[in-house]
Each structure stands twice: as C-alpha cells, then as structure tokens.
C-alpha cells in the first residue's frame, strides 16, 4: 500500500523556524517527484514547493521563496521542508503528496500535519 | 497567475445527478484533474487528466473539459459523496500547479 505520514508539525512563535518531515513507502521512492501542499482549514489547497527525483531541481511558490526548502533523501524513503522566517500567515495543515504523470497531478497525500504560527 | 473558478456551494438528492463547474480561461487547454476531500481527511484523487478515474473509484465519477469550463459528474449520488471537490491544473505561465477554490457538496 502506497503511503505518506508527515510529521513534525506544532506551534511555533513568528519568526521561527520548524523542519516538516515525511515517510513514504510501499512504491519507489525515487521514481517520482514530490510536493508539499498546504490547506488553511475552510479554504483551497496551495501548493508551497515541489522537487525532482534525485533532488536536482525544486520550485517554490512565491509566498515562501527565499523562507523554505524542501529536500529529499532517497537512501531514507524521506521529504522533508525545512521552514524559516515563519509568519501568521504559514498557519495551516501540510500535506506531502506524491507527483504523477505528465500533467503533474497529486496522488496519493499524507494525513497532514498541523502548523501553528503564533505568539 | 492562473485562476480557476468553482462555485462554493451544491446541494443534491441521493440518486440524482451532482454536476460540479470549474471555470479558467481556456481551460480546455489543459488538463484538469479533481479531488474529494471529506471532513478532517486528506483530499483523494477522483478523476485525471480530465476524465480517467484512478483504480477503486467508482465509474459514478466522470469528467469532462471544454473551452472554459471543466466539469466534474457524480452520478447517483450517495450520501458518503458529501465532501468537498477541488479542481487542479497546471500553469504553464507560471510553471506552478494551481487549485481551485473548492465546491461543498451537500447530500439532501
């Protein structure tokens, strides 16, 4: 069974950083490209950052550049998104998921994981 | 950047037919997959490209695209459809996906 469990999300001050992490088994890790999604409770997902396969190439969506960075170890089966700079706006659920096909769609996403910003 | 367009809200009778709208300009163009996302769990993959379902679900779902608007069909609807649906592209302006803002779909 193909799955994806984030971890490492909690309640963080502004300012802060926070290192998001997520496990994946049950298919080739390093077959596939993957992102990170977010989702505020209420609203439409946004995604955040993506990477190749072999890490060679990431993308960032504007709101976090330059504050993020998402990474890979395949040896791991692991993505990570590491966090700085944080702000009330980052509040919101995280979402790993894996990338499919040449049209770059989603499936399948982790549970996801709870980031709080706040003083 | 690229916006697409979902109306909030759409209410329906079991059995009968839930028809969801994503508007984008020349949507017809790209290809749009959509997601279900029920109450406190991740959103699910229901249609891609368009209109091919992935395995284990159910041929009730079917999709559609033209010109500017993408539409997603549940057919004989069931009460465990109430979810939210997602409409998602790719922008190739921006080289970024884009999501849609979400229909809430109610089961009368």
């Known amino acids: 069974e193909v799955q994806l469990v984030e971890s490492g999300g909690r309640v963080v001050r502004p300012g802060g950083s926070l290192r998001l992490s997520c496990a994946a088994s049950g298919f080739t890790f390093d077959d596939y490209g993957m992102s990170w999604v977010r989702q505020v409770p209420g609203k439409g997902p946004e995604w955040v950052s993506g990477?190749?396969?072999?890490?060679?190439?990431?993308s960032y969506a504007d709101p976090v550049k330059g504050r993020f960075t998402i990474s890979r170890d395949n040896a791991r089966n692991s993505l990570y998104l590491q966090m700085n700079s944080l702000r009330a706006e980052d509040t919101a659920f995280y979402y790993c998921?894996?990338?499919?096909?040449?049209?770059?769609?989603?499936?399948?996403w982790g549970q996801g994981t709870l980031v709080t910003v706040s003083s | 950047s690229y916006v697409l367009t979902q109306p909030p809200s759409l209410s329906v009778a079991p059995g009968q037919t839930a028809t969801f709208t994503c508007v984008g300009d020349n949507i017809g163009g790209h290809s749009v997959h959509w997601y279900q996302q029920k109450p406190g769990q991740a959103p699910v993959m229901v249609v891609f490209d368009d209109s091919d379902r992935p395995s284990g679900i159910p041929d009730r779902f079917s999709g559609s695209n033209s010109a500017n608007t993408a539409t997603l069909t549940i057919s004989r609807v069931e009460a465990a459809d109430e979810a939210d649906y997602y409409c998602q592209v790719w922008d190739i302006t921006s080289d970024r996906p884009v999501f849609g803002g979400g229909t809430e779909l109610t089961v009368l």
């Open positions: 990477i190749n396969w072999n890490g060679g190439s990431t």
């Open positions: 998921a894996r990338n499919g096909g040449a049209t770059n769609w989603f499936d399948p």
